[in-house]
């Protein structure tokens, strides 16, 4: 019988991550991951000798010093990881049809409010007002600042603000509006629900620095297992989590797709709340928490296109660049006729060549319900029309990148597409989310996900928790294994390390 002090469900990063912080603290444990590689959203893949990442395309505050670079130094991999700084000028570049403009989102505070001042020399004030703003809402969050103070009730102020009505305070200029939410695809921002924390969060921290990792992002958990091997932990792979079961309000073991079972005195999961509840034998669990966990909404899917490039035929581009159709970034809600109204195309670094690029990346939303009548399939396996549908998804995605780049096809040798199902079956997210439950401010306790759950033995993980994203699912590591190590301890470790 295999017992372990802890048991995690889920090798995404959040499961690598607690794991990684408490198999260093001594812990035995083991992780439970369902695919055959671990990594969830930040597995990266190769076709045609070209890596593609699946859902780490960029990250931020890597600077030493910086708020990212704390953590990873933490988790004992900073000096492991293979990163190119994006572009100290644009690491994004913010375009909209008719606007033969390409407006920079550059990094560093200064540079960020002079690069965008040049095209809006009256709205200086405006934007310093901006960073300042959102600095100041970062600065109540203590496991973002790292000055060793504590979660205060002040932070609430902040939870309840919607990001597109801060960003309408900030200016009345709709242009600039829209790029200060050039990056809304890192979030899946929704007008009337995201708040302005989720904003503010994510985009001060590219502000302060952006990465790229070289040679796709699989490695960032390669590197992470590392660590936990050499603590003596356990990471199974094809290690499907069926069912978790126990009594007395205590989960005992999780049993796996093979009928094994699986021992532990405490649970993680880095699962989707929802999907992990489903597990879990209905008599442990009440039946309001499940109801309100299964009734949240989650955040919309993606489509890709992953390109593979004509040899020495298209630049490396150290930037990314956010194309909308019109002067709206919030684009969530899109009409399926004029889909796709946006897109993020990027250049995966690579160690190859910093001149050519051997790839291209484009994503765009995509609403579950496009792909609803594929629900019953699985990979590879969904049938003619369905690939008929992703093609004709891809040329339309493809014909919206030629306008504003002419000739872009000619690069390409081949591509290969994903869908929100694709996500769906790799990861287990509900629907092919991209970031899990969406944050609504007008609900904010409600969409805010805590580590503990109703369960006494059983803790929560990863992007669900406050925030998503490497950074947000960094933080929610910390969170959850605070429940274990203690609050202070575990701030005190990163502090110093
Ligand atoms: C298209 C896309 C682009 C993105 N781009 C960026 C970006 O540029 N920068 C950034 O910072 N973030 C980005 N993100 C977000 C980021 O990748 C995620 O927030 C983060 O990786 C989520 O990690 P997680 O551990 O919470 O969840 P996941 O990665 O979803 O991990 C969950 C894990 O649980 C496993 N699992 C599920 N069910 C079971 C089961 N029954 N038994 C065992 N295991 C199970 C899954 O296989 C998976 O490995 C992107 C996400 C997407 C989808």
């Not at 992953?306 to 009409?335: A, C, I």
Request: net charge positive; charged share 25%.
């Amino acid at each position: 019988m295999s017992k372990y002090d802890i048991v995690i469900i889920g090798g995404g990063l959040g499961g690598l991550l607690c794991a990684n912080i408490l198999s260093r603290e001594g812990f035995n444990v083991c992780v439970l991951e369902k695919n055959k590689k671990i990594g969830g959203c930040i597995q990266s893949f190769t076709k045609d000798k070209s890596i593609f990442n699946t859902g780490l395309n960029y990250t931020e505050s890597l600077g030493e010093g910086e708020v990212l670079h704390k953590y990873f130094k933490y988790f004992n991999i900073i000096d492991k990881i293979k990163i190119r700084r994006l572009d100290i000028e644009n690491y994004d570049k913010i375009s909209f049809s008719k606007d033969p403009n390409e407006y920079p989102l550059a990094q560093g505070y200064d540079n960020f409010v002079e690069s965008l001042f040049h095209y809006f020399p009256k709205e200086k004030d405006n934007l310093v007002r901006y960073i300042k703003k959102i600095a100041e809402v970062c600065s109540y969050f203590p496991l973002y600042t790292l000055d060793g103070t504590r979660e205060s009730s002040q932070k609430n102020q902040f939870l309840n603000i919607s990001a597109f009505d801060f960003l309408s305070s900030i200016t009345s200029n709709i242009k600039l509006r829209e790029i200060l939410g050039g990056m809304n695809s890192l979030y899946a921002g929704v007008k009337d629900k995201t708040p302005l924390y989720i904003h503010a969060l994510i985009n001060y921290s590219f502000i302060r620095s952006a990465w790229r990792f070289v040679d796709g992002s699989s490695q960032l958990a390669a590197r992470i297992s590392d660590v936990i091997k050499e603590h003596g932990g356990n990471i199974i792979r094809e290690a499907k989590v069926v069912k978790l079961s126990g009594d007395n309000n205590k989960i005992n073991y999780a049993e796996l797709d093979s009928g094994e079972k699986i021992y532990g005195d405490k649970f993680i999961s880095n699962m989707h709340p929802a999907s992990t509840l489903k597990l879990v034998d209905p008599l442990l669990v009440k039946k309001a928490f499940h109801n309100r966990i299964s009734s949240l909404d989650n955040t919309i899917g993606m489509f890709s296109i992953y390109m593979v490039l004509k040899k020495e035929s298209f630049p490396y581009l150290n930037y990314n660049h956010h194309h909308f159709s019109d002067v709206n970034v919030w684009t969530t809600n899109y009409r399926e006729k004029s889909w796709p109204e946006h897109y993020m195309l990027y250049t995966p670094a690579t160690s190859k060549s910093e001149t050519w690029a051997d790839a291209a990346i484009a994503l765009t939303y995509m609403k579950y319900s496009e792909v609803k009548k594929w629900d019953n399939t699985y990979i590879e396996n969904r049938g003619q029309d369905y690939l008929q549908f992703k093609e004709e998804k891809a040329e339309k995605l493809l014909d919206f990148i030629e306008k504003k780049f002419p000739g872009f096809r000619s690069h390409i040798d081949k591509y290969y597409t994903s869908t929100p199902l694709t996500y769906r079956d790799y990861t287990g997210t509900p629907e092919g989310s991209s970031y899990g439950v969406l944050k609504d401010y007008k609900n904010p306790l409600t969409t805010i996900i805590t580590a503990r759950s109703r369960i006494s033995n059983l803790l929560f993980t990863g992007q669900n928790l406050n925030m998503h994203g490497i950074l947000g699912v960094a933080i929610s590591s910390a969170l959850t294994c605070s429940e274990i190590i203690g609050y202070d301890y575990i701030v005190n470790r990163i502090i110093k390390a």
